[in-house]
């Protein structure tokens, strides 16, 4: 189950969100509670592949909660509403950490490494080893909790300190964005005049927050046509 | 000088592992653009030069954030196919030209990928989609794996496009005149708005934390 859960997402559709995924990570402990019923093992196959999401990391909490709940012969209504009722927390619970916090968090601590001129392979090994630590520690965890727990699952979510890590990694985020941010604008190559420009354009970065994107893209459009021209004349 | 045809195929296989990367199987987050264009820039020989492409495509994508079935760029495939041709193409004429050019056509390329993404997903309802009456295990494992598979397939053909219309723009467009100064600086800029953006997702209640990176960021390029 724990290494099918690393593929949970593979089938994601508009229709059944990540449910045939959900269905593909429970076959193994369903095929041991229906063992020698195989009529069964289908028909709970084909149950669990209904409409589910959740962050894919935590799809492991519900997955042994499942399976937890089958191998405990709960009926198929109570199943289908703790899937109902567990889809939303466990989706936002990890979208917030992990989305929001941890992942950019990770990649401000591997970009300011190479920025301070680290070897490529530092920055880019730093990232994956702090970002994957808490990745693989939230699959295990919560294949294990989930299988332990079942129907009190919830209960155990409420004592977890995730919105405690989550505070910290948006406290280290922002001294990373600022320090990477510092090192971008006067590092390597820099010139003076470059860094009151830099310092506007962080300001701008931060009032723009995700549209920083688009507004670079046409900036940047923008310069190579105009680059063009000017190397035409 | 452009990728020979077994860095072309090393590079698009990789493409199609990096997109599989971003949702499908794994989440590493090895196809992070700044991961995923040192191993483009490895592949031809310079990851350095792949990770410089990375670092700018890296901090415009800091602030996407894939939740739920929300529309976001995808990132990992034209990173590949932007560091092995920046790297392969290195050292360049104009510098911060070339690099402006392949991050804008993968800024472009991570759009479209994005959109084949929704594609994909459209495609996987009728591999994946309806829930059925009764499932045997090896009928449930291949409406899942069939969906991978395309995710891989899409993933290498987006990283074999965006490798192909690099290597011809850089070869097509004549950078000699090109006013590098004020190209390289627009980059640096870009960067550093990209990067100070990601205070908007950890709340400007931590801007005091900021300035304090910022002034430790200083110091540190002042002593180096």
């Known amino acids: 189950m724990l290494l099918r859960s690393f593929a949970v997402q593979g089938s994601w559709n508009y229709q059944t969100l990540i449910g045939t995924g959900l269905a593909f990570v429970l076959a193994p402990a369903l095929k041991e509670v229906y063992r020698g019923d195989g009529e069964a093992l289908c028909r709970a196959l084909g149950r669990h592949t209904e409409l589910f999401n959740s962050h894919p990391y935590l799809a492991a909490v519900a997955a ?7 191998a405990d012969g709960a009926p198929p209504e109570t199943v289908a509403r703790f899937k109902a009722a567990v889809r939303g927390s466990l989706g936002t ?42 990745h693989l520690w939230m699959r295990v965890w919560g294949l294990r909790i989930g299988l332990r727990d079942g129907l009190q699952i919830g209960r155990t979510l409420k004592g977890v300190p995730f919105p405690r890590i989550g505070d ?13 941010a510092a090192l971008a604008a ?24 995700p549209r920083v994107r688009p507004a670079a893209m046409v900036a940047m459009v923008l310069a190579l046509v105009a ?5 035409r004349t | 000088m452009t990728l020979t045809l077994a860095e072309t195929v090393a590079v698009t296989l990789i493409g199609g592992l990096v997109a599989l990367d971003g949702t499908s199987v794994g989440q590493f ?3 992070r653009p700044f991961v995923a264009a040192a191993l483009g820039g490895l592949v031809a020989g310079r990851p350095a030069e792949g990770i410089a492409a990375g670092v700018v495509l890296e901090a415009l994508h800091l602030a996407v954030l894939p939740v739920g ?3 976001y760029p995808e990132g990992g495939p034209p990173a590949v196919a932007a560091g092995a041709v920046y790297a392969a193409n290195f050292p360049p004429v104009a510098a911060s030209a070339t690099l402006l050019v392949t991050v804008l056509v993968a800024l472009a390329l991570e759009w479209a990928g994005g959109r084949s993404v929704e594609g994909m997903r459209q495609l996987n309802v009728r ?23 395309i995710d891989f397939v899409r993933g290498a053909a987006l990283t074999l496009v965006a490798v192909l219309l690099l290597g011809w723009l850089l070869r097509a467009i004549d950078f000699s005149g090109f006013p590098s100064v004020a190209v390289g600086t627009l980059i640096r800029v870009s960067v550093v708005a990209g990067l100070a953006s990601a205070l908007r997702l950890f709340g400007r209640a931590h801007y005091p934390l900021f300035l304090a990176g910022a002034a430790a960021g200083v110091v540190v390029a002042w002593l180096a």
């Open chain 1, 93 to 134: 619970l990890g979208d917030r950490l992990v989305w929001l916090m941890w992942r950019p968090m990770s990649v401000l601590l591997g970009l300011s490494l190479v920025l301070a001129g680290a070897a490529w392979w530092v920055g880019a090994l730093a990232f994956l080893l702090v970002f994957n630590a808490l």
């Open chain 2, 127 to 149: 591999f994946a989609g309806a829930p059925a009456e009764g499932l045997t295990p090896g009928a449930l494992a291949g409406r899942h794996l069939a969906p991978v598979a």
């Open chain 1, 227 to 231: 680059g063009l021209v000017l190397a």
């Open chain 1, 168 to 180: 910290r990694a948006a406290q280290a985020g922002a001294l990373l964005a600022g320090f990477a």
């Open chain 2, 29 to 31: 987050m090895v196809s």
């Open chain 1, 64 to 70: 042994g909660a499942i399976a937890r709940l089958e």
């Open chain 1, 186 to 209: 006067t590092g390597r190559g820099s010139r003076p005049w470059e860094w009151g420009v830099a310092a506007a354009a962080a300001l701008l970065g931060i009032a723009l927050g």
């Open chain 2, 69 to 71: 079935a929300a529309r």
